[in-house]
């Protein structure tokens, strides 16, 4: 079980340019959400995928925009970046629901450990 | 709107002692509710959780209390260590949406030795 790794880990970019944060999932995980978190904040739900779809989506402009591929990787992409985006980028990956293999039978969120995008 | 609101901000600790942090949440439809941790330079991780149909979950020194008619739930944790430093965010979810959580703002938690 390999857990979830995110790349890179910390990039700098400047106001308006454009970025792609990617995330490999947990082994036998089929859905991937992407979650924002300022500093000093609790992370903020950007979208889910399942399937190579986007399957649920937060309160984020469409400039926020993802991909799943076939083994279940995903990126994230974020178009004309403003100040306001610095924040750390959370990947989670998740089993297909049910299949977590817990009592309670809810879902698990394995997190990556994140990409650190800094806006000038 | 912030849907879960979490409480205290920090929190000193002497070891040994007793951590508690709250949150508090408006919407009646979240059926599930965890406590992740997340150490500095990594993810959350999953601590524990509950759901609504149980007032109190006990894992290890680690211990949900849930009120649902008052619509609050706090983290206990007993015996509190050093390694146990580290922010908690307690979170809330709906069954339909199982991947889309709402986290609260996160509790910075320092236990001296």
């Known amino acids: 079980e390999t857990g979830v790794t995110q790349s890179p880990t910390h990039l700098i970019k400047t106001r308006g340019q454009q970025v792609t944060l990617r995330c490999s999932s947990q082994?036998?995980?089929?859905?991937v959400s992407w979650y924002q978190q300022a500093l000093g904040q609790g992370p903020q739900f950007i979208f889910q995928y399942y399937r190579e779809e986007e399957n649920g989506r937060g309160n984020f402009p469409p400039r926020f925009s993802g991909l799943q591929f076939p083994n279940y990787s995903s990126e994230l992409n974020v178009n004309a970046l403003e100040l306001d985006d610095s924040a750390l980028y959370l990947c989670a990956s998740s089993s297909p629901k049910g299949a977590s293999g817990r009592a309670d039978g809810a879902n698990v969120l394995t997190f990556g450990a994140g990409s650190r995008l800094t806006v000038l | 709107q912030q849907q879960v609101k979490q409480s205290p901000q920090s929190l000193i600790v002497q070891k040994g002692g007793i951590s508690i942090i709250n949150c508090a949440y408006e919407?009646?439809?979240?059926?599930?509710f965890p406590w992740y941790q997340q150490f500095p330079g990594k993810g959350p991780a999953l601590l524990i959780a509950i759901r609504p149909d149980v007032s109190e979950k006990k894992e290890g020194r680690f211990t949900i209390s849930f009120n649902k008619s008052a619509k609050q739930f706090s983290l206990h944790i007993m015996d509190s260590q050093p390694g146990d430093s580290a922010t908690y965010f307690c979170a809330a979810s709906k069954g339909n949406n199982f991947n889309k959580f709402y986290f609260g703002s996160g509790t910075k938690l320092n236990v001296k030795p």
């Open positions: 919407n009646t439809a979240f059926d599930y």
């Open positions: 082994s036998g995980h089929n859905t």
